[in-house]
């Protein structure tokens, strides 16, 4: 289900994901992990519906860009850490977490995978992303832009994560 941090509710839209005995189950992947080897090859996708890929960030005009792009999509994976066992190629639209993402959805074509937009350290812009109409416009045209156009099937939807509106965070 994608849900609107601002502005009425929307009516929930059903996802075609198996869900095991009625229930959903996500695990969070931040992109810093991979740093401390632990790499999306990793994750036990077998046994999750849903992935919430940490995080994104929202820049100071109140729009989504990447959180971390040597993460992301600039990392170029070996053999042994690439969730099919092959190396990157280097012909590769991206690399990165992304990439090792795809992978995986290819794998477990049931899973799905959201991008948490902000979380704790960067939830600090999200007061200008949802400021008024146009911002709020503005703020969800570029997350649709960057991960469900230009990252095209890696990303199935948005999580808003932002910690916490009026106090907290940073």
């Not at 992935?51 to 100071?60: C, L, M």
Request: hydrophobic residues 40%.
């Amino acid at each position: 289900i994608l849900l609107s941090a601002c502005g009425p509710a929307p009516t929930p839209v059903a996802t075609s994901v198996a869900v095991p005995g009625g229930k959903y189950v996500i695990g969070y992947y931040p992109s810093w992990v991979a740093a401390r080897n632990v790499f999306v090859k990793d994750v036990p996708a077998h046994k999750l519906t849903h992935i919430n890929y940490a995080f994104s960030n929202v820049s100071a005009n109140g729009e989504c860009v990447l959180g971390d792009p040597a993460a992301d999509v600039e990392q170029v994976h070996s053999g042994a850490q690439s969730v099919d066992g092959l190396d990157d190629p280097q012909s590769a639209a991206f690399h990165g977490n992304f990439n090792q993402l795809l992978k995986l959805k290819q794998k477990y074509p049931d899973l799905k995978v959201l991008i948490s937009i902000g979380g704790w350290s960067w939830s600090g812009n999200f007061s200008s992303a949802a400021q008024d109409d146009v911002s709020r416009q503005r703020f969800a045209a570029s997350c649709i832009d960057l991960y469900l156009k230009q990252y095209q099937g890696v990303f199935d939807g948005l999580d808003i994560d932002w910690e916490f509106p009026v106090s907290g965070g940073l």
